[in-house]
């Protein structure tokens, strides 16, 4: 008999054990599942803002565009203006002195123009680009 109750002992044990696990693996399995689940969660409210973001810049884009392209236009109207202006005063020049100072007036006063036009149309594209990002760079900060 003590063979028996060794036995018995022996099996109540095994079958302790392997209850232990199960609910060691169990609690694990929860455990990784409540994770995983809180992931999913985080990831859908990052991807919302996200949306929600991209929604709003691409607005702001479309406006940006929209100046720019008045810009350049406004742009293309003056700079026509001041060569048909330049053209008469060609035209109307007495020498070849005068009508070299007209050419250069001329392309010093393009020249800067220009330049000044594209250095205020960088900055506002860096601008809208600063905006655009700044959703972004607090979910990097996160």
Known sequence: ??????????????????????????????????????????????????????SERTAASTDMARQLGSRNMDFFTKSLEQGVEATQAITSAKDVREVMEIQAGFAKNMFSAYTKEMNAQAELCMSAWRSAAKPFMGFAAK
Not at 6 to 13: D, G, I, L, M, S
């Open 1 to 54: 008999m003590t063979k028996a109750k060794t036995a018995t002992t022996t099996a109540k044990r095994a079958k302790a054990e392997a209850s232990a696990k199960m609910d060691t693996t169990t609690k694990m399995l929860d455990e990784g599942m409540e994770q995983l689940s809180g992931f999913a969660g985080m990831f859908g409210e990052y991807a919302e803002s996200g949306l929600k973001a991209f």
